[in-house]
């Protein structure tokens, strides 16, 4: 993948950075942590200019965030509280949860999809529920563009400053992500079998 993404990048300039960044958001194994130090490494060298750089990734990290807006739009509450009554167990969510989590994004959805936009995996993930509480498109895109233009200015600042080291921005990254989604899948894991214990006791 690694040097899939170079050629990518060395070939098609800011367009090439601007569809990995789109597709990083639609399918996350795609990792913007080696897309853009290598965009700021190349702006170092003189092949691309910083500021355009981070842009570009900027909107191409934006642009991917609404295929899975409107996806979470094309649902609503009531068919989200079908699918818990039907697939709760697997879904690990009840009618309750569902209302909850509703309640929760709406109060507080601003700082989820800021800040969600800096974590990985989540950065993907938590555009369905902004679509799915309606949040107005208006606001979900300044916020998203605003949470993807920090993190995209981080990681080319830094590919920019290490030069030919740039790969080591992901080596640094990477543990984290991959805690973050050990985490989830734990999480899960233990809401799909933690009730089958209380059952049996």
């Known amino acids: 993948m690694f040097d899939a993404i170079v050629g990518v990048i060395e070939q098609g300039g800011y367009l090439g950075i601007l ?7 639609i399918f996350p194994p795609i990792p913007s942590e ?3 130090p290598l965009a700021g490494f190349l702006a170092a060298r003189g092949d691309l200019n910083f500021f355009a750089v981070v842009l570009v990734g900027t909107l191409g990290s934006f642009l991917g965030t609404l295929p899975w807006y409107f996806a979470g739009s094309l649902l609503d509450e009531a068919r989200v509280r079908h699918l818990a009554r039907r ?10 949860d569902v209302g909850e989590a509703s309640l929760w994004f709406k109060a507080h959805g601003g700082k989820a999809v800021f800040f969600g936009r800096l ?10 529920p902004a679509g799915l509480v309606r949040m107005p498109l208006l606001s979900f895109s300044l916020l998203s563009i ?4 920090l993190w ?7 590919g920019y400053l290490l030069h030919a080291e ?3 921005v992901a080596e640094f990254l990477d543990p984290g992500s991959k805690i973050v989604v050990a985490v989830i899948v734990l999480i899960y894991l233990y809401r ?3 009730p089958s214990f209380r059952r049996s006791e």
């Not at 974590?119 to 369905?128: D, E, G, K």
Request: hydrophobic share 55%; net charge positive; charged share 15%.
């Open 166 to 168: 740039y790969d080591r």
């Open 34 to 36: 080696l897309i853009m």
């Open 87 to 96: 697939h709760g167990r697997w879904m690990t969510v009840s009618e309750k």
């Open 192 to 194: 799909l079998i933690a």
């Open 19 to 25: 569809f990995l960044m789109f597709l990083e958001n």
């Open 152 to 158: 995209t200015s981080v990681l080319t600042l830094s």
């Open 119 to 128: 974590i990985p995996a989540i950065r993907t993930l938590i555009s369905v």
């Open 146 to 149: 605003a949470g993807s233009l």
